[in-house]
Nanobody, 116 residues
Framework: QVQLVESGGGLVQPGGSLRLSCTAS????????MGWYRQAPGKQRGLVAT???????NYVDSVKGRFTISRDNSNNTVYLQMNSLRPEDTAVYYC??????????WGQGTQVTVSS
């Protein structure tokens, strides 16, 4: 088991930036990949970005060039730097930890609202 705690969400104007953090209760080195997903009202949860234990990074096309995922193994923390935010980025953002075997672990989510 692992607990994932997200922080950094909030209200921001279009074009603004936010940095999300996800701190795990155990070493993130133990997981195959860490990631961020999001769920907007009335929509399914979808991938935003993932980073593997080997450092391979994947982004959904809609955030490429605007969002950056990174990890700090020494602090068991994963970050999502979000720049040039758009209203369509509004969603609840969830941190994920995918083990080598078994089901994905999820954080409780943090709300990001992009609005003027």
């Amino acid at each position: 088991q692992v607990q994932l705690v997200e922080s950094g969400g909030g209200l921001v104007q279009p074009g603004g930036s936010l940095r999300l953090s996800c701190t795990a209760s155990s070493s993130i080195r133990n997981f195959n990949a860490m990631g961020w997903y999001r769920q907007a009202p009335g929509k399914q949860r979808g991938l935003v970005a993932t980073i593997t234990s080997g450092g391979f990074i994947n982004y959904v096309d809609s955030v490429k060039g605007r969002f950056t995922i990174s990890r700090d193994n020494s602090n068991n923390t994963v970050y999502l730097q979000m720049n040039s935010l758009r209203p369509e980025d509004t969603a609840v953002y969830y941190c994920s930890a995918r083990p080598y075997l078994g089901s994905i672990f999820w954080g409780q989510g943090t709300q990001v609202t992009v609005s003027s």
